[in-house]
């Protein structure tokens, strides 16, 4: 059933302002404007709310029965209308983006730490999903930005390359390729090797860099994501490669440097194209690039 609340607007208004043109002007509309809503509402009812006469206008039968129904049925309106404009008021902005787990599980909190004492009174949203889906978030607007992975883009985004991350070497602390701080990939001959699949992006990474190489060594467990791959290094089921800083807070498990070939992958900011960020979210960029930066370089230093 479709209501015409300005039909009613009208039939209260002309009742409590006490004629058709007192209440044109309460509601700045024009004397024929306001007789066409009545007008509209009395045609969909089927009857007549008010009769008109040179000095007065008086409610029909009808429309005594109709007007107290009115009357509540307006003023809870209004009463809802301010409650929702009272809350868009009070309500927390909310800066949401993207960004990839194996980045966001590690890299997040202090970035956000530092966000929030700069911008307190702003909430965030973290939509930690694969390249594919934040690309798509960022493109229809859902996020802001997104901080993923530098690789085909079908929906024309603009791409800010900001880091080179290397892939390491993840095993146990007792574990007898634990002992050196740097090897190359002829060392894990023979390790049972815990493969992350193609939606995380990983093991195709790792199988352009090895090319035919790759089918030298032993692929014996798969997993989806990079936590589960890790859980099991600890324990004691293999040892896996992973991006490095998906592992520096992994427990259970010690990181090594792994080279000849050293495998990496490219980082990148995502934007829609052209778009200027708000500071806000121009803040949370930089304090995100920058601590992934950071523990990038750290990285560095120790396996120098």
């Known amino acids: 059933m479709q209501i015409d609340f300005l039909g009613m607007q009208a039939f209260l208004c002309i009742v409590e302002q006490g004629g058709f043109l007192p209440a044109a002007a309460h ?159 002829e060392k894990l001959r023979g390790e049972p090797l815990i493969r992350i699949s193609l939606p995380a992006g990983n093991a195709a990474t790792i199988d352009d860099a090895l090319g035919d190489r790759r089918l030298q060594f032993r692929w014996v467990y798969e997993a989806q994501h990079t936590a589960i791959a890790l859980d099991l290094v600890a324990s004691g089921l293999g040892v896996t490669v992973v991006p490095a800083l998906s592992a520096i807070k992994a427990p259970g498990v010690v990181v090594r440097r792994l080279t000849g070939p050293r495998v990496t992958r490219h980082l990148a900011v995502i934007t829609r194209h052209g778009a200027i960020l708000p500071p806000p979210a121009q803040a949370m960029r930089e304090l995100l690039v920058d601590e992934i930066r950071q523990r990038l370089a750290a990285i560095d230093e120790r396996h120098e």
Not at 64 to 75: I, N
Not at 76 to 93: I, K, M, N
Not at 125 to 134: A, F, K, P, T, Y
Not at 160 to 165: I, K, L, S, T
């Open 27 to 185: 509601l700045n509309l024009s004397q024929t404007a306001i007789s066409h809503r009545l007008r509209k509402l009395e045609d969909s009812l089927g009857m007549k709310l008010l009769t008109r006469t040179t000095r007065a206008i008086t409610l029909t039968d009808a429309g005594r029965a109709l007007l107290p129904r009115v009357r509540k049925a307006m003023r809870e309106l209004e009463l809802s209308y301010d409650t929702v404009r009272q809350h868009a008021r009070s309500a927390p902005r909310w800066l949401v983006f993207g960004c990839l787990p194996t980045l966001a599980a590690t890299q997040l909190a202090p970035a956000l730490q530092r966000f929030t004492a700069q911008y307190p009174d702003v909430a965030v949203r973290v939509l930690d999903d694969s390249i594919g889906e934040i690309a798509e978030h960022v493109h229809n607007g859902t996020a802001t930005f997104g901080v993923s992975l530098a690789s085909s883009n079908r929906f024309g985004l603009d791409m800010e390359v900001f880091a080179e991350e290397p892939f390491a070497l993840v095993c146990p602390p007792r574990h007898r390729l634990a002992r050196a701080q740097s090897l190359d990939w």
